[in-house]
């Protein structure tokens, strides 16, 4: 993997934040844009913009074979059955939402549970929790001292009310991978749902819907170089097909009457309104640019720039790692004294980026004791001289404080 030349592709790389050129630390928040993908979204917006569906003029048939092909891609991509299985929606949050509204809240019932766990993103836990006000309960498996998640938990709170196990794929503080082929055994061996939060995992390995037998899969385009507001929610057809649409309005029906109305066909009853097309080409165009790459080799890379990262962190005074033992992609830490939000205050005056604040997970805060951390996370385009310079520039932090 050449690292230099697909920095090249970056435009965003070659700015300079204070006179320092950027390091960008933050990907697990939301990825750089190569050109590639930059271009396909002005081209489509020169060449092809018309509104998918609507109409059988040329821009129109043009924008909506685009949309339709970048579905097809996605089917591919994450080894999907068919284009009905693969719902375009905004981001992670929003596919989360769709499951709880559309199949929770009609499927789930007083008693009923579902099972989280304390690594979740607040994305796989809010949503979840409208559920409450019908009386199901929710549960959270624990994580153990070295940060992985506790299995033996998750199996002893398995029980006859477990309707869904939600679990996230890839811990976005920790960094830890979750067995998630075990757990989904362990879920449909027990006849409940299994849904997967691959918002930090499908930008960085090759994620199998039907190698995991996963029921429900989300993810978020703007985390694998595509646009934002362009994401992903897999379900498998035998379920969504008896799913009630939760967003109504236009395009997602067949027939309207004054009071009632009939659904469109999978996959576009869950795709209420105009769809985001250039984002889907972006999308399209970014999972193409990750496969000419070779996912495995992005997560290899990902692996020598953490293994990198810890060994050099490990050397700092006053840092204390809070990644799980099996982490990658990401180092979660705390400097004796200083506010997260100071560390990143402060990197920032040297063109460092770094995420700070409680990443979206308080409930895992928490339960790590802590108010809040600071992550640097990798991507295709991190090298080992940006984690150097990020390391040397905490020693700055570390004086601003001394004063
Ligand atoms: C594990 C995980 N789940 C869900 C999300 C939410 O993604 P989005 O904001 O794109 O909906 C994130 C974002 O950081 C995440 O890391």
Redesign the pocket.
Known sequence: MNVEKIREDFPILKRKINNHPLVFLDS??TSQKPVQVINAIKNYYEMNNANPHRSIYQLCDEATQMYEDARKKVVKFINARNDEEIIFV?????A?NIIVQSYAMDNLKEGDEVLLTVM??H??IVPWQMLQKKGVKIKFVDIKDDGTLDMDKLKDMMSKNTKIVSV?H???VLGSLNPINEIGKISHDNGSLFVV?G??SVPNMQVDVNNINCDFL?F?G??MLAPMNI?VLYGKKEILERMEPFMRGSDMIKEVQLTESTWNDLPWKFEAGTPNVEGAVGLSTAIDYLEKIGLDNVEKHEEDLTKHALERLRDVEGVKILSAKNGNGMVSFHLSGVHSHDIAYILNDSGIAIRSGH??AQPLMRRLGVQSVARASFYLYNTKEEIDKFVDSLENVKKVFKK
């Open positions: 697990a928040s905004r981001n992670t949050n929003e989360m979740e993103h994305a796989n996230t890839k811990s976005n939060d918002a930090q989300a978020s703007h985390k994401g990443m979206c």
